[in-house]
């Protein structure tokens, strides 16, 4: 990279509860936008109002997990008022959004614009949905518990 190029920030979003395959890829898709990669983890009561249920693990071991894994560059929490403070906050070039995320990013569109950002929106590929979902995973470990019951 030349000493005059910008680096090009990509932000990725996501609960992160069980981290599994489909999540390594999606970090490997968004990796390949840009120079350097953020993610954001839903908070618990984003989590709530998004997909009808807290999360397994905490904010805590969600980032902690994450951190782990060293698959972005940096990590934080979302804003539990303001779902698009860290887009104000971080102005990615580039954000990567998941096969099946549609609840709040209807208006990122709308804010980029207002706020006079270039910002390219690219929706990734899938990896093995039927297989690879939080929601799955969490089916199975709930009905694995209640067999060992």
């Known amino acids: 990279m030349k000493f005059s190029e910008k680096k090009k920030l990509v932000m990725v979003f996501g609960t992160f509860d ?52 060293n698959w972005a560059d940096k990590i934080v929490l979302g804003n539990d008022k303001d779902k698009m403070k860290v887009i104000k906050i971080y102005r990615p070039d580039v954000i990567a959004l998941g096969y099946d995320q549609f609840v709040f990013t209807y208006g990122i569109k709308k804010l980029l614009i207002e706020l006079k950002m270039d910002t390219e929106v690219i929706r990734l590929t899938p990896y093995s949905p ?20």
Do not use: C, M, W
């Open 18 to 69: 069980y981290l599994h395959a489909g999540h390594e890829d999606l970090f490997k898709q968004a990796r390949e936008l840009g120079h350097e990669l953020i993610a954001i983890i839903g908070r618990g009561k984003t989590v709530k109002t998004i997909k009808g249920d807290f999360p397994d693990h905490n904010e805590k071991e969600r980032l902690k997990n994450l951190k782990e894994t």
């Open 130 to 149: 039927n297989l690879y979902k939080s929601s799955i995973i969490k089916e199975s470990l709930k009905k694995a518990k209640q067999l060992a019951q």
